[in-house]
């Protein structure tokens, strides 16, 4: 019942029904209090002034006796007039404090007694005191003293006793009042002490009722969040009651569940990284070993690269010779030429030498200058051929490795298209030379 009310509600009812309590255990006492001030200020007012103003009364009425007795026993006139002057004092006090008296509340039996008390009064001072005090002036204290005896002391007695009467009167008021006091205060004291202890037990139950409505819930909250940092997220949680308690163990079970999902989640993820990973690392694995691989093949490539920069050097100086033999086969080619023309001159030659042998040669005749020029060209070619013979031995072996350097120099080095053009120009020349070589043999072999 108490959880279905918010905390801030169920404070505030314990709280105001404490001090409810509080406030009806204060007017409670407040009005014990009250009621004892009542009957103290009736006992001052009705009984403790005007036992005071009877017991004045008594106290100079007793005062004006014993006056009266002074004057007899002491008839100094001095003494007398100072005992009057004394007496007549005394009875105006003792007047006023009867009117004193007469303000007071008084019941009914004072109400008897209060003509009795002014008849016996009035008897007592006007046939006793004042006689007596008058003839204590006038020097006569035997005529004084005759009414002290017939007078004063037989009106005394009911004087006094009526006066006695009232103030004993006073006296049984203020101890009712001071009775009603004491029952006033008891049951002031009962009333105070009964709600004191309602509030108590009313104070105590609520608070225990509200102690275990918000501890226990809170003690469930904090299991709760202690299970789900230790990573239960499968704890049940039991919500009940609509305060701030059950609002917060609601948000702690949404979390929870929150928790569990997200926990869920994150482990499918973890699976699927876990799995990623395997297949990462097993990529890594690949790529490691096509890395090495490709590390050997960088390796090889780059001795390759070095065997190839030689190789490059090398055809760059088979260039260089093949240019210089380029050239050297074009001076061949010029010297076929001459060869061939010599030739062709040497075989019209022989055909007149032959027919010229027959005859007797003439000096300075075309036949002589011509036989002359043909042996002339015959020797020019046979010493030239030792010459010519390495030459074109060179020139075969470089025919042959022509077609590969080009090749290999093309994709390699990318050369200037000049160097390539050079080549396939010292190629043909190398073949022109060959042919002229071929043609000039023949003839060197006649000649021999």
Partial sequence: ?????????????????????????????????????????????????????????????????????????????????????????????????????????????????????????????????????????????????????????????????????????QIELAEASRKEADAVRSSSDAWTIGMALTAIVLGAGLAYANTRSIVGPVEEAVALAQAVAQGDLAREVTVSGKDEVADLLQALKSMQESLARVVTSVRSGSESVAMASAEIAQGNNDLSARTEQQAA???????????????????????????????????????????????????PAKARTSEATTAKPRPCSPARAASTAAFRARMLVWKAMPSMTEMMSAIFWLEALMSFMVSTTRPTTSPPCTATLDAVVANWLAWRAASAFWFTVPPNSAME
């Fill in 297 to 347: 093949a960088v390796e090889e490539t780059s001795a390759s690269m070095a065997e190839l920069g030689g190789t490059v050097n090398q055809n760059a100086d088979a260039a260089r010779q093949a240019n210089q033999l380029a050239t050297t086969a074009s001076s061949v080619a010029v010297m076929r030429v001459l060869i061939s023309l010599a030739a062709s001159a040497e075989r």
């Fill in 1 to 169: 019942m108490l959880t279905s009310l918010k905390i801030g509600k169920r404070l505030g009812l314990a709280f105001g029904a404490v001090l409810l309590l509080l406030v009806l255990v204060s007017a409670v006492a407040v009005k014990g209090i009250n009621s004892v001030g009542a009957q103290v200020e009736g006992i001052f007012n009705n009984s403790l002034l005007p036992s005071q103003a009877l017991a004045k009364m008594q106290n100079l009425s007793q005062r004006n006796r014993i006056l009266a007795m002074d004057m007899i026993m002491n008839p100094d006139l001095d003494n007398v007039k100072k005992r009057a002057e004394e007496q007549v004092k005394n009875s105006a006090e003792i007047n006023q404090a009867w009117q004193d008296y007469l303000k007071s509340e008084r019941n009914a039996e004072e109400l008897q007694l209060q003509p009795v008390l002014e008849q016996a009064m009035a008897a007592y001072r006007n046939e006793g005191l004042t006689p007596a005090r008058e003839a204590s002036l006038a020097g006569n204290p035997d005529a004084a003293l005759g009414i002290y005896k017939d007078k004063i002391s037989p009106l005394a007695p009911k004087y006094f006793e009526t006066l006695a009467r009232l103030i004993a009167i």
